[in-house]
């Protein structure tokens, strides 16, 4: 089974950390994006898009990696422990994965990718809206133990590799949000494979484009 990926890349990150939670193993091919390889003719026919990750699992080829954690989970998890089958359950995993992709990683991408990748000045208005985005997981992790209930499931492999491409390679500050912070110390320590993965990839995404928080 192939993944593309970029180590940099926290949506990469979380496919990862999925793979490792269920066991499997992973063909990793590392594109370089900066020298245009995923622009290749031979990837754009895997992948029109040409996005990572992208996962090739014989005649399976998808991208997104929501979608991909969802896959490996129904494909390959020997039990329910990380994506319950439970419809009430499972609806809840899903609207967190949906929130990660469409609220919290897009608005710390829209406030931060400008200054990381050509430089430019943070735009206070975005900021303040992922702090928006943040108060919001403040309000889930208040209620339960985990991103989506009392277990951990995938939408906190997916969240955390977010929240620590936020806290490690921009610095942002998260110390006002006590219940994200009690879960995010409690995750980075469960979670296998964080510190190779997410952490190590996080410094290397700001060490890549010598990013320094002004």
């Not at 091919?29 to 699992?57: R, W, Y």
């Not at 991408?109 to 900021?127: K, N, T």
């Not at 009690?182 to 510190?195: A, I, P």
Request: glycine share 4%; hydrophobic share 40%; charged share 25%.
């Amino acid at each position: 089974m192939d993944l593309y990926y970029l180590a940099l890349s926290a949506p990469c990150q979380s496919v990862m950390l999925v793979a490792k939670a269920l066991n499997i193993q992973l063909n990793l091919k590392e594109l370089d994006l900066f020298a245009g390889e995923h622009l290749k003719p031979e990837f754009l026919k895997l992948n029109p898009q040409h996005t990572i990750p992208t996962l090739v699992d014989n005649d399976v080829v998808l991208w997104e990696s929501r979608a991909i954690v969802t896959y490996l989970c129904e494909k390959y998890g020997k039990n329910d422990k990380y994506y319950p089958r439970d419809a009430k359950k499972r609806a809840v995993v899903n609207q967190r994965l949906f929130f990660d992709m469409g609220t919290l990683y897009q608005r710390f991408s829209q406030a931060f990718y400008p200054a990381i990748m050509r430089g430019e000045e943070v735009d206070p208005e975005l900021v303040t809206k992922l702090d928006e985005a943040l108060e919001f997981l403040e309000v889930f992790l208040e209620k339960t133990s985990f991103v989506a209930g009392d277990n951990l499931t995938i939408a906190d492999m997916c969240v955390l590799a977010s929240i620590t491409t936020i806290d490690v390679t921009v610095g942002h500050d998260l110390s006002k949000y006590q219940h994200i912070q009690r879960w995010y110390e409690q995750v980075k320590k469960s979670v296998s494979g964080y510190q190779e993965i997410c952490y190590d990839g996080a410094v290397k995404f700001g060490e890549h484009f010598n990013y320094k928080k002004k």
